[in-house]
């Protein structure tokens, strides 16, 4: 009987077994795991050489631990044998279970293949079950989970070598070897997935700092940043309400923290303003409109807004910068007036009184512009705007009209639609009496004597007398008339809805107000004033309504005795 095979023996081994398998269970690390793995080879199965190869992600096994020979681990420790090499001496040989024996007359041929080994020296075996040295012996390490572990995935190989009795393993020590080598790829995937899960954890802490660290740094620049700051919710019934501002903003606005969480940007805006804001798109959208401060008063802002997205939900919240622009609109609007008004008296300039007169204006001439029957019944076809080309003719029940009863089938360019456009005809009174008609009357005024104060007192003087006659013309005339100033000594009054004897009393009005004396420097001069009357309707030009009003106002100063046109 062998001498392993007596009870007493077996025990011994099993005990040993025990502690080296408690040993690999406990190591700290995978490195630890590894090498006790290789030193329980040594020291409780029995064999003086034990190395541990484990597969690396690329499939390649690597020699991780080694044991029983200080030089032999110098040596391979650390070096790669590749996967094929390993497939090979895994169906070579002897199967033992799930070990694999290769003897030397086979083993030969493995010896100048990449995987990493030690070569020992001794005699040739003397008798059938002596161990050679150049035998080798493997036993796969498989994950568990599988009934045998056999059919499992391959996580390393541990290879053995010199039994200490110099014999080759019998059925009780090939039987320790396979249970030794379950567990200890057992052993070796917790160790992993310890080593994972560690890793796994010192990654999630570092994300965690890191996204802690990147919270605060938003919170700082959100908080602290010079220009306003709003995060507002996106979609739902709440989409658009502001759930967080910063102080920038809430100075801007005047309102505290608290407050703005009851408002979204809409409550805020200028109702002119509210179209901007609807139209202006979360992504990326740009918008300047006037935001309502605490006392009523309105800003003028900068809006940019972008989306802070979440990864699994998608758009979230919607962050908006919001930049004051008020001195900036201010300038805009200074810079505008100053393009559009006359810099002495404050009134519109010239190209501003041409603008609004042509506003007023279109192509078509007075003559051709129908009443308001005559546009509805072009509208639907009938009179004289009425298609009538269809198949019936002008006695078509069906001319002009689709087959479904719910449209019109116009014509390109045809009268009927052109006639009810969405263009506010202007007309003018016909006839010199005044018969109820209303139309656009533009008053062409002239200063009388105006040169003889500028020549005899000095261009300031006269610049004051400019200023004053500006401001009495603005005080009689209605709100949305305009009075302007054409230059020098001319100025032109707009007034809407108003018939002949409406504009003649209006002329009166002013004039009335003009010759009053005016007192510049302790000095009281007088000017007078001269009216033309002109009317403006489609048709006309601009220029045209003012050379005609210009040329009626010429008439009217001629027709006055010389002494009522002098002042000074």
């Not at 501002?245 to 005047?254: F, K, V, Y």
């Amino acid at each position: 009987m062998e001498a392993e095979s007596e009870p007493y023996v077996r025990l011994a081994t099993l005990r040993q077994l025990h502690q080296v398998m408690a040993d690999m269970n406990t190591a700290r690390s995978l490195a630890d795991t590894l090498q006790t793995v290789a030193d329980g080879v040594v020291n409780g199965l029995g064999y003086e050489l034990a190395a541990v190869n484990l597969v690396r992600p690329d499939g390649d096994l690597v020699v991780a631990a080694l044991a029983g020979n200080s030089a032999a681990e110098a040596l391979i420790t650390g070096r790669v044998g590749s996967r094929d090499s390993w497939e090979r001496r895994l169906t070579m040989g002897v199967a033992w279970g799930n070990l694999r024996f290769i003897p030397h007359t086979e083993g030969w041929v493995l010896d100048d293949d990449d995987v990493p080994q030690w070569y020992t020296d001794g005699p040739a075996p003397r008798f059938e079950d002596e161990w050679h040295p150049s035998d080798r012996l493997f036993a796969p390490l498989y994950t568990p989970g599988v009934s045998g572990g056999s059919s499992g995935e391959l996580i390393g190989v541990l290879s053995v070598d010199r039994p200490r009795n110099g014999r080759r393993p019998g059925a009780w020590g090939r039987e320790a070897l396979q249970m030794y080598a379950f567990q200890a790829a057992i052993a070796i995937s917790n160790a992993r997935l310890r080593a994972n899960m560690q890793r796994a954890l010192v990654r999630l802490e570092r994300d965690q700092q890191a996204l802690r660290a990147s919270e605060e740094s938003f919170r700082q620049a959100f908080e602290y940043a010079p220009s306003g700051m709003a995060i507002a919710e996106m979609g739902g019934d709440q989409h658009g309400r502001i759930l967080r501002t910063n102080d920038a903003l809430c100075r801007l606005l005047g309102r505290p923290a608290s407050a703005m969480r009851r408002y979204a940007f809409s409550d805020l805006v200028h109702p002119e303003d509210i179209g901007t804001l609807l139209r202006t798109s979360a992504e990326g959208g740009r918008a300047e409109l006037r935001l309502a401060r605490r006392d009523g008063t309105y800003v003028w802002v900068s809006l940019r807004n972008s989306v802070v997205a979440d990864a699994a939900d998608g758009p979230r919240f919607l962050l908006t910068h919001v930049e004051d622009i008020e001195e900036r609109k201010r300038r805009e609007l200074q810079l505008a007036h100053r393009a559009s008004h006359d810099s002495l008296t404050g009134l519109p300039n010239s190209a501003e009184l041409r603008s609004r007169l042509g506003s007023r204006l279109c192509q078509r001439p007075q003559s051709l512009i129908p009443g308001v029957v005559d546009s509805l019944d072009a509208a639907y076809g009938h009179g004289q705007y009425a298609v009538t080309d269809g198949p019936g003719g002008a006695s078509d029940p069906v001319a002009g009209h689709d087959g479904g009863g719910h449209g019109f089938d116009f014509r390109p360019g045809s009268e009927g639609v052109d006639a009810y456009d969405h263009h506010v005809h202007t007309i003018a009174p016909e006839g010199e009496t005044d018969d109820g008609a209303k139309g656009l009357a533009v008053l062409f005024c002239d200063l009388d004597g105006f040169k003889s104060i500028n020549d005899r007192f000095g261009h300031h003087t006269g610049d004051a007398v400019l200023i004053e006659v500006a401001r009495r013309l603005t005080s009689v005339v209605r709100d949305g008339d305009t009075v302007a100033r054409l230059g020098g000594d001319e100025f032109v009054v707009l007034a809407d809805g108003l018939g002949r004897a409406d504009a003649q009393d209006l002329a009166v009005r002013l004039r009335s107000a003009i010759i009053p004396p005016i007192r510049v420097d302790g000095r009281a001069v007088r000017v007078g004033a001269s009216f033309g009357i002109g009317w403006a309707h489609c048709g006309m030009t601009a220029d045209e309504v003012l050379k005609s009003a210009d040329e009626r106002m010429y008439v009217e100063k001629r027709s006055r005795p010389k002494a009522h046109r002098r002042a000074g």
